[in-house]
């Protein structure tokens, strides 16, 4: 399949979340969104809102475990992260794959549980699969529970390809191997990823921490958090929608441009004023997150003498 044959999705259109699963799945990107105008909802109160830099808020009490009771997972659906390119985490610190925090506990640095292996594994995933492979074996790295999130992008302007995750904490080694599937071949907005394909791509794992309560929907920081907000739509609905933290700084938006984009992606229709901006419940949270392209994935597995190090040669049988 060449760039650009498959058809790019409608941004305003609800997602919807894949059904009959064991833990819910939240699709993730909204197509090209580009970017929201500030005359997006003439609200003249709008201009007594706080500006940007005002003083930051207290810190609220961290939540280390959260999980969407039945009813909330089964009405997530929104658009989760961006669709420009990403750079593969620049302004942090590489040490055997593993990425040491910008956040410090206690003035130490503590050294982050998402590496360059989880994505490698990922790509072996969809490997095996496209293939008709065994699937790899199990990984070295922890098998701890975390809410996590898959991404597929693809070609130099990293254009979203996939992307499907759950905010119930799974078991790593099942949970990647579920959702690198997931978001490769079952994300509705999107055909699914071709073998064809693999060169062009490029993997990001995020796992989901430290989720907190906000005092309102303007407490939380750009480009620091992911948002979740709960809301009641036009016609008396509970909804739910997110975006991972990267999305708002990647979209050129301030806050309210973010919570009116999430609001729509979460399928509100009505006219979003002041009073439905202070009605949501709004869940802030951090996340840790890697992205390997394809080719330093070879790399990568080329050096550890992998038993899918045969991938640079374009074998199509598996080395023994």
Not at 88 to 108: A, E, F, K, M, T
Not at 114 to 124: A, K, N, Q, R
């Amino acid at each position: 399949m060449q760039e650009g044959n498959y058809p790019e999705p409608d941004p305003t259109a609800p997602i919807r979340v894949v059904p009959k699963r064991t833990y819910t799945d939240i699709p993730c990107g909204g197509g090209v969104p580009g970017k929201i105008s500030r005359d997006l909802n003439p609200d003249p109160a709008r201009q007594d809102e706080p500006s940007r830099e005002e003083p930051r808020l207290k810190r609220r009490r961290v939540r280390t475990e959260w999980t969407p009771s039945r009813e909330e997972a089964s009405e997530m659906a929104a658009g989760c992260c961006g669709v420009k390119k990403q750079k593969v985490s620049q302004d942090s610190h590489h040490n055997n794959g593993y990425r040491l925090s910008l956040y410090p506990i206690n003035g130490v640095e503590r050294r982050l549980v998402v590496s360059t292996e989880m994505c490698c594994f990922c790509f072996d995933v969809l490997y095996c699969h496209l293939h008709s492979f065994e699937q790899p074996k199990v990984p070295r790295f922890t098998n701890d529970p975390y809410p996590l999130f898959v991404t597929w992008k693809t070609g130099r302007t990293r254009r979203l390809r996939g992307c499907m995750g759950t905010f119930t904490a799974m078991n790593l080694h099942g949970g990647l191997r579920e959702y690198t599937l997931t978001s490769a071949l079952k994300d509705s907005r999107f055909a699914p990823i071709s073998r064809d394909e693999m060169p062009r791509l490029h993997c990001s794992v995020s796992l989901l921490t430290n989720f907190e309560d906000a005092k309102d929907y303007l407490d939380w920081e750009i480009g620091i958090h992911g948002i979740r907000i709960e809301f009641v739509n036009e016609k008396g609905s509970k909804r739910t929608a997110t975006y991972l933290p990267e999305v708002a700084r990647e979209q050129g938006w301030d806050r309210i441009q973010t919570i009116d984009s999430l609001l729509r992606k979460g399928g509100y229709k009505g006219l979003i004023t002041n009073d439905v901006r202070r009605s949501i419940r709004l869940t802030r949270y951090r996340s840790e997150k890697m992205t390997v392209g394809y080719a330093e994935y070879i790399a990568h597995r080329n050096n550890n003498n992998h038993q899918y190090k045969h991938l640079a040669n374009g074998c199509t049988s598996k080395v023994l």
